[in-house]
């Protein structure tokens, strides 16, 4: 829908969605209602109506559709240049789960991590050998789990996955193991050019770390970021956040993240009604993607807003909205970059172009679809020159300091997946997060979490979209 052409007030779009009660393909409906509010509501010939919220402000939520162009041959949201040949959804990051064991039992977590399955090093490589078959490069390889670095044989799966053509790998992980092994630290401090932690954190408080992840893990956790500062690995800060639970800790989490220099961004995660956190939370009350930004704005005395954020060039406009900030050289303020740049006039390149020819498009092209790796040479020289065009001239000093540039580069987003609560089949539609099934096929993350992993349907009726 062109949202030039309909009156906001009254905007309204049609998609398929699915029956929380039986996992059935159903018709649904997205609405902005009176209160300014965005919601998704399902009908099921055999269950009813079921509504789910999905944004908390209806402006911003279509805001973030007005940025977004079209699909563009070529976008992409990691390093590379392209994510994936032909007409398909690209993959821009791909989730490789290597074991379902786990040395926690979170109470959120989507896969139900338990047992002692881990996949064999011989197993990983044909799953990526048939991947890349289909597929010349990716931007962002995600080592997860379960929790990976528990695998006997990750330093092998690390060794091989470095072998083939990606740009980023990540290490989704809860940070025990480094406070336990140093050949784990050494080995993540070998590869730090190429290998950084998705680190889950969520809290400075204990009875919030027994929700979440069963135990109180603040000091554990700090112990063990603080080690991969000292052996200078990279890190994305990644918090899990819940309404009423650690939604009042945002901007203690962001400041925490700007005063540690090897954190170069972070992903707040609102939890998602799958896996072990199941039927534990309220549909019609939950926190939005858009609530994490009021809150975040409100947190931080204005430092970020939501008109900071903008939506992901390759995916659809839902699914994630991230912003990059510049900081000074303490790291205590950051200027976000949209606030100086014409955000829709570079998004523009998107919408109506193929190639991007000249230093302008070239940059905007990198910058925008950059999300996963932003310490890259070149990308760093683009920002510094449109930090130039766009007035924020105290980059121009560092045009030749790409790791300096790099050093003050930080990096927000906010990424809600998808539930049976929240499906809408034209986010997976345009989903370029996937998982590498046991067949090298890539598929929608969000798709996978909700179809297969054990879900059953309340009813226990089939689910039409599985169905032969």
Not at 28 to 38: F, S
Not at 229 to 251: F, K, S
Not at 365 to 377: A, E, F, I, M, P
Request: one cysteine or more; glycine letters at 8%.
């Amino acid at each position: 829908m062109n949202l030039e052409n309909v009156v906001i007030s009254e905007w309204g779009e049609e998609t398929t969605g699915l029956c929380p009660a039986c996992l059935r393909t159903v018709p649904a409906v997205l609405r902005r209602e009176p209160d300014n509010t965005i919601w998704i509501t399902q009908n099921c010939s055999r269950h009813g109506e079921s509504r789910a919220l999905l944004a908390s402000d209806a402006d911003e939520y279509l805001r973030f559709r007005t940025y977004v162009p079209g699909r563009v041959s070529g976008a992409c949201c990691g390093p590379g240049e392209v994510c994936a040949p032909g007409d398909g959804p690209p993959t821009c990051v791909l989730l490789l789960e290597i074991t379902q064991a786990c040395n926690l039992r979170c109470p959120t977590c989507y896969a139900d991590a338990h047992g002692h399955d881990f996949l064999t090093v011989a197993e990983a490589k044909g799953r990526l050998d048939t991947f890349f078959r289909a597929q010349p490069r990716l931007d962002m390889l995600m080592l997860s789990g379960g929790e990976p670095t528990i695998h006997p044989h990750f330093s092998e799966i690390l060794e091989l996955a470095l072998s083939y053509p990606i740009g980023r790998i990540l290490v989704n992980t809860n940070g025990l193991r480094l406070n336990q092994s140093e050949a784990l630290v050494s080995l993540l401090h070998e590869h730090r050019a190429r290998v950084e932690l998705y680190f889950s954190f969520a809290s400075f408080r204990p009875e919030v770390h027994e929700r979440l992840y069963g135990r109180d893990l603040v000091a554990i956790k700090q112990a063990a970021m603080e080690r991969a500062r000292e052996a200078r690995i990279l890190m994305t800060l990644v918090p899990t956040v819940e309404r009423g639970v650690n939604d009042g800790e945002i901007g203690d989490l962001y400041r925490y993240a700007l005063s540690m220099d090897n954190i170069n961004g972070m992903t707040f995660q609102p939890v998602m009604d799958n896996g072990r956190y199941e039927n534990r939370y309220d549909a019609a009350d939950r926190l939005t993607l858009t609530g994490v930004l009021t809150l975040l704005a409100e947190q931080t005395n204005g430092a970020l807003v939501p008109s900071d954020f903008v939506g992901l060039p390759c995916s659809h406009p839902d699914c994630c909205v991230l912003t990059f900030g510049f900081l000074d050289a303490r790291r205590e303020v950051i200027t976000p970059l949209p606030r100086h740049l014409d955000v829709a006039r570079y998004l523009d390149l998107f919408a109506d172009r193929i190639t991007f020819e000249g230093i302008l498009g070239g940059a905007a092209r990198r910058v925008w679809s950059d999300v996963s790796h932003l310490r890259g040479g070149q990308t760093m020289r683009d920002l510094a020159v449109l930090f130039a065009r766009g007035g924020l001239r105290d980059a121009l000093p560092l045009l030749n300091k790409p790791e300096e540039i790099g050093r003050r580069l930080f990096r927000v987003a906010v990424k809600p997946f998808m539930d049976a609560q929240t499906y809408d089949h034209k986010r997976i539609d345009q989903c370029c997060t996937k998982i590498v099934n046991e067949k090298g096929e890539a598929v929608s993350f969000c798709e996978y979490n909700v179809f297969h992993r054990g879900r059953k349907p309340k009813s226990g009726a089939m689910p039409l979209m599985m169905a032969k």
